[in-house]
Structures are given as C-alpha cells and as structure tokens.
C-alpha cells in the first residue's frame, strides 16, 4: 500500500538552527501538508501546499517556517532558526483531493528535539 | 473557529468490554468529519470518513456515526490490539483539518 514516507525520524538541534525536514509524498497525490503534535497535545495544522504554492498557513507558520518542492518527489519543511518551542513530532500528509473532502495520509513523522 | 472536544480523554476497558467513544464539534460548513489511530511516535492512520448526519461506517471492530453536532466511534468486543489513541478530526470550509485532544484506548487481555 502506497505511504507517506519522512526522514529523519528523529533529529536533534541546537537552538538557532536550521533544520530541514524531508518527505516524499504518495506519488500519485497533489495535495501536500505540515502538521505538527508537541507532546500531550493536538495535532495542528501548520501549512497546505499545491501546484508549487502555499494555499493556506496557520498563525503557527511564521517567517522562520519555509516549504519547498524541489523536484517532483520531495516535499520539505525548513525551519530557520529553531528555538525551544518548535520541539514537536512534525508530520507531512498528502491527499489526491484538496478541493472536495479532505481525506489526509500521513507520515510516520518526525521527532524534533530543540536543545 | 472549528471546535473539536474528543471524550473521554481516556479509557480502559477488558478484553470484549464493549464502549464508544464521543467527538462533539462546532464548525461553519461540515464537509466531513474523519477518525484516525494513532500508535505511540506513529502518524495517524486513516479510519473512517463521515460526510453527513446519519452516516455509518464499520471496519471491522470499530464502528462510526455521525449526527449534526457529533460523532461517535463504537468499539465493540475490543481486542489489546485496539489500544491507541483515536483522534477525530474535521474539514470544514479551508485546506485544513482540524483535531480533537484525542481519546487514549488501552484494552487489558
């Protein structure tokens, strides 16, 4: 069965920083996605990206928070300079839809940890 | 806002200790309501899509229905397999999905 596939599945950082995080996505789907859970809490919506353009970023993706599609497999999320509060199990999803009815696929994820 | 409240926040049943589990929630234009799994360091795993009041779907154990203002996952005879935490999560009217706190299942053999 076709999956979402991150790397690293850890990653530990100094604070200041800049972390890249990979995906591919499943390689038929359109629709890609950052969403990342801090520890205990909800999964949140970070960023939504198609045909090589954000259509929507939550309050969370600010200036220091960058996605990429570089070629026609990889999707990344770049964190500029990181700080304590970015540590988080970070996932990347892709869907087929992204105009009908969200239907999401995740990754595994991964765990960032900001020293 | 979308609002997603998920309870109990957690559940301990038997083995074959049937229960259900509650997903309220307040959004502008529902265009569907998801449940996931999610394992301990896993992404979460695509459930069940509900689209409209009065919808049911069932995979194997599990067992979701939706009316106007919530959901429910009905976990019938569950097996230790079935510990994890179900989320449930809304689309409504953007390119996102919005998640509940999650309900954490363990089911002791």
């Known amino acids: 069965e076709p999956e979402v596939t991150q790397t690293p599945s850890h990653q530990v950082t100094q604070m200041g920083q800049e972390v890249i995080l990979r995906c591919v996505p499943i390689?038929?789907?359109?629709?890609f996605y950052w969403y990342r859970q801090i520890l205990g809490q909800k999964v949140e919506f970070l960023v939504s990206?198609?045909?090589?353009?954000?259509?929507?970023k939550s309050e969370i993706f600010d200036d220091q928070f960058s996605v990429e599609r570089p070629d026609g497999s990889n999707f990344t999320l770049k964190i500029r300079s990181t700080k304590l509060e970015d540590s988080a199990m970070y996932f990347c999803?892709?869907?087929?839809?992204?105009?009908?009815?969200?239907?999401?696929?995740f990754g595994s994820g991964t765990q960032l940890s900001v020293l | 806002e979308d609002q997603v409240t998920q309870s109990p926040e957690a559940l301990r049943l038997q083995e074959g200790e049937s229960s259900s589990l509650n997903c309220s929630y307040t959004v502008s234009g529902l265009r569907g309501l998801f449940w996931y799994r999610q394992d301990p360091g896993k992404g979460p795993e695509f459930l069940f899509t509900l689209y409209s009041a009065g919808e049911e779907k069932e995979k194997e154990r599990l067992k979701a229905t939706l009316t106007k203002k919530e959901s429910f996952l009905h976990i019938t005879a569950p097996k230790p397999e079935d510990s994890a935490t179900y989320l449930c999560a809304v689309h409504s009217n953007d390119y996102k999905l919005s998640f509940g706190a999650g309900t954490t299942v363990t089911v002791r053999a």
């Open positions: 390689s038929n789907h359109l629709y």
């Open positions: 999803a892709s869907s087929d839809d992204g105009t009908g009815v969200l239907k999401l696929f």
């Open positions: 990206f198609y045909n090589n353009e954000i259509s929507e």
